[in-house]
């Protein structure tokens, strides 16, 4: 089944937005957008398990020889938060001793 969708975006340095159509099988684009709202809600085994959530997807789109790009950036996001969540932590426990 091949679907159509319109992807929109908006180019940084002139502020214009451009829209490209494609068709295809986009059953593995269908991903949650992390906010770091969303991020720093989540409780540290919740955030781990997404990490390893996105992990497992990228490796098996590679597997099938599809684009992991999309994934790779909310992966990016929430690896970002467990770093940050280390920082803080280190840096508490270096403070209290």
Not at 27 to 44: G, I, N, P, W
Not at 58 to 86: M, P, W
């Given at each position: ?25 986009f ?18 085994a ?52």
């Open positions: 089944m091949s679907n159509r969708i319109t992807i929109s975006s908006t180019n940084g340095r002139d502020k214009g937005t451009q829209r490209e159509e494609i068709t295809g099988d059953s593995d684009l269908v991903q949650r957008k992390y906010t770091r709202e969303m991020l720093t809600a989540l409780s540290d919740e955030l781990k398990a997404s990490e390893k959530e996105l992990i497992k997807h990228i490796n098996g789109l590679r597997a099938k020889n599809k684009s992991t790009h999309s994934f790779e950036i909310e992966l990016c996001y929430v690896q970002d938060e467990v770093n940050r969540r280390a920082a803080v932590s280190a840096h508490m426990s270096y403070k209290d001793s």
